[in-house]
């Protein structure tokens, strides 16, 4: 497909600079806009994360209608913004990133799937409700790695990521082509053995945190 629409931002040649990382792109589809991406967080900062995490996760919901359903069988918390100093740095070098301001990121989301467990295939804009607020990009970054299954995968466009400790996927699904929305659709493969661990963060259209 030629390139037709946008996207949020270019990059040129295989590297994103951060003000404290260099990123680089080991994989890319060009629309939708999907990056595979690589020293993203340091393995420190992937334990950090675990650690801050791991007694406040609760089982996951999905939706505005924040229900537990078997569409999504894991678990999850969310950070509060800039809670420390961990967790600012990884916010500001992610708005760098995805070159969208902090303002605009929804609080960072961690995952954690065991043995059996997935998140079956969705959308992460919502289809309905609250569009002019509509979230535009992701970023999931990897916190482990798995030792079999858990893949992010994207069915329509027959392509997955594996998880890999430090790296991450990014996808964007603003476009004004609502096929090309629609191919973002993603969900994440069942654990086959170990544990996965995922931090998210997804990007609004608009403001979302307010001082």
Known sequence: MAVKEQTIFNTIGNKIKTTDK??????????????????????????ALIDLAKNRLQRAKIGKSHLESDIRTNSSMFFEESENECIR???????????????????LQILHYKPGE?????????????????????????????????????????????????????FEYFYNDIRLN?????????????????ASQWMRRQIHRYD
């Not at 740095?89 to 609080?107: C, D, F, K, Q, Y």
């Open 22 to 47: 260099e990123i680089l792109i080991v994989g890319r589809i060009h629309e939708p806009l999907i990056m595979i991406l690589e020293n993203v967080l340091s393995h420190a900062e992937c334990d």
């Open 89 to 107: 740095t990884v916010e500001t070098r992610i708005s760098e990133l995805m070159n969208i301001p902090v303002s605009h990121a929804e609080p």
């Open 118 to 170: 997935r998140y079956q295939p969705h959308f992460d804009y919502f289809t309905s409700g609250n569009v002019a607020n509509n979230r535009i990009s992701t970023l999931v970054m990897y916190l482990n790695d798995v030792d079999e299954g858990g893949e992010t995968e994207f069915p329509a466009l027959r392509f997955s990521v594996t998880p890999k400790k430090g790296s991450a996927v990014y």
């Open 182 to 198: 629609e191919l973002t659709l993603h969900g994440g493969n069942p654990v086959e053995a170990g544990e996965k661990w995922v």
